[in-house]
Antibody, heavy 119, light 110 residues
Framework: QVQLQESGPGLVKPSETLSLTCAVS?????????WGWIRQPPGKGLEWIGS???????YYSPSLKSRVTISVDTSKNQFSLNLSSVTAADTAVYYC????????????WGQGTMVTVSS | QSALTQPPSASGSPGQSVTISCTGT?????????VSWYQQHPGKAPKLMIY???KRPSGVPDRFSGSKSGNTASLTVSGLQAEDEADYYC??????????FGGGTRLTVL
């Protein structure tokens, strides 16, 4: 079955760039679907960060657009998130997920990875 | 864009029905039939329960149903069971390739 697994540093210093990767197994990214990142600050709700198509077309949340880059590497069957100039407000569990193309619903999620921004 | 509005909490006794609302605007919920609902148990990843307002993915019990009227979408859980106790989030397409989530509702089974 399709599985997603996030990886990356659990601790990032303020003003630096947060970088995470989502490895996809059981499905070839180049076959289709959108792939996305969603985050959840401790004790708070979900926030959509952005989504990318296997072709590389990416769309970002307007509130994060100036700091976010999402990229896809079909050769490694993975996609990545870069969030620059982080502050404590970016501390959250970061999830990667597969997004249904038309409905915009995320049907398969990774387990999530906690990222703390602190010096 | 602003987050969709959900009540912070909802509750019901086993066997009862509970409805959770999700209020947006004419730019998101009211303009698109792309409303989804997610269930999240503590420490776990969200799980898709409803998509396109009222469709259930394979494996989701038919006790879960969705609907929409105007700018407000709703999730109804019938025949409440203990395992339904969780946080529930709605989301909606908001145009221009944007997605917006609700603030979440904690459902308690009394």
């Amino acid at each position: 079955q399709v599985q997603l697994q996030e990886s990356g540093p659990g601790l990032v210093k303020p003003s630096e760039t947060l970088s995470l990767t989502c490895a996809v197994s059981g499905y070839s990214i180049s076959s289709g679907y959108y792939w996305g990142w969603i985050r959840q600050p401790p004790g708070k709700g979900l926030e959509w960060i952005g989504s990318i198509y296997h072709s590389g077309s990416a769309y970002y949340s307007p509130s994060l657009k100036s700091r976010v880059t999402i990229s896809v590497d079909t050769s490694k069957n993975q996609f990545s998130l870069n969030l620059s100039s982080v502050t404590a407000a970016d501390t959250a569990v970061y999830y990667c997920a597969r997004r249904l193309q038309v409905t915009r619903a995320f049907d398969i999620w990774g387990q999530g990875t906690m990222v703390t921004v602190s010096s | 864009q602003s987050a969709l509005t959900q009540p912070p909490s909802a509750s019901g006794s086993p066997g009862q029905s509970v409805t959770i609302s999700c209020t947006g605007t004419s730019s998101d919920v009211g303009n698109y039939n792309y409303v989804s609902w997610y269930q999240q148990h503590p420490g776990k990843a969200p799980k898709l329960m409803i998509y396109e307002v009222s469709k259930r993915p394979s494996g989701v019990p038919d006790r879960f149903s969705g609907s929409k009227s105007g700018n407000t979408a709703s999730l109804t859980v019938s025949g409440l069971q203990a395992e339904d106790e969780a946080d529930y989030y709605c989301s909606s397409y908001a145009g221009s390739n944007n997605l917006v989530f609700g603030g979440g509702t904690r459902l308690t089974v009394l």
